[in-house]
């Protein structure tokens, strides 16, 4: 796996300061090879935040203007509803194909992980592995798409050593 992937614009001090950087570079990257996407071929763009940043973008982009942990934004919609979508295609003698951009707001994630009581940095592992499959059209609106995403979510954390937040 390379290094450079992902691309991370820290917005907020408090995320250098938690290792954003590497989390998202080991969530991402394990999500992607799970999958069996090598990551060298395409490119994740990573905005980290804080709540006013990602209740504008809420506000602009989903009508919804408040906080929220993590928002997506696919580049291409790969999405195929009930079922698993298509991997995405590259060149491999070309540039990265870029995959899209995440956006997470530290506050939100804090305020998340201490309500659940698990530490910051496996919430947030867990926020970037969902963002990521977003990006690759996963989605959770129905509960046949939920059931695959959620599932997925679990096998990576899983092979990361955290625990599914999903059978607690």
């Given at each position: ?5 992902i691309?991370?614009?820290i917005?907020?001090?408090r ?8 989390l998202a570079?080991?969530a ?22 804080d709540?006013?940043?990602i ?8 009508g ?7 928002l997506s934004?696919?580049?291409h ?17 070309g ?7 995440i ?11 201490a309500?659940?009581?698990k530490p910051?940095?496996d919430h ?5 592995i969902h963002g990521?499959?977003h990006l690759?059209g996963?989605?959770h609106i ?7 995403m ?6 990576v954390?899983?092979?990361l ?5 999903y059978r607690?």
């Amino acid at each position: 796996m390379t290094a450079d992937f992902i691309s991370v614009n820290i917005e907020d001090a408090r995320w250098a300061a938690l290792g954003i950087e590497a989390l998202a570079q080991r969530a991402c990257g394990a999500t992607l090879q799970h999958l069996e996407i090598d990551p060298q071929y395409f490119e994740v763009s990573l905005l980290a935040c804080d709540d006013t940043r990602i209740a504008g973008l809420n506000a602009e982009f989903r009508g919804k203007p408040v906080a929220t942990n993590v928002l997506s934004w696919p580049s291409h919609d790969r999405a195929r509803a009930g079922k698993h979508p298509e991997k995405p295609t590259y060149d491999p003698n070309g540039m990265p194909e870029e995959l899209g951009d995440i956006a997470i707001s530290y506050d939100t994630c804090l305020a998340e992980a201490a309500e659940a009581g698990k530490p910051v940095t496996d919430h947030v592992t867990h926020l970037l592995i969902h963002g990521v499959l977003h990006l690759l059209g996963y989605d959770h609106i129905s509960d046949q798409d939920a059931a695959i995403m959620e599932a997925l979510e679990g096998e990576v954390l899983g092979k990361l050593g955290i625990s599914d937040p999903y059978r607690i």
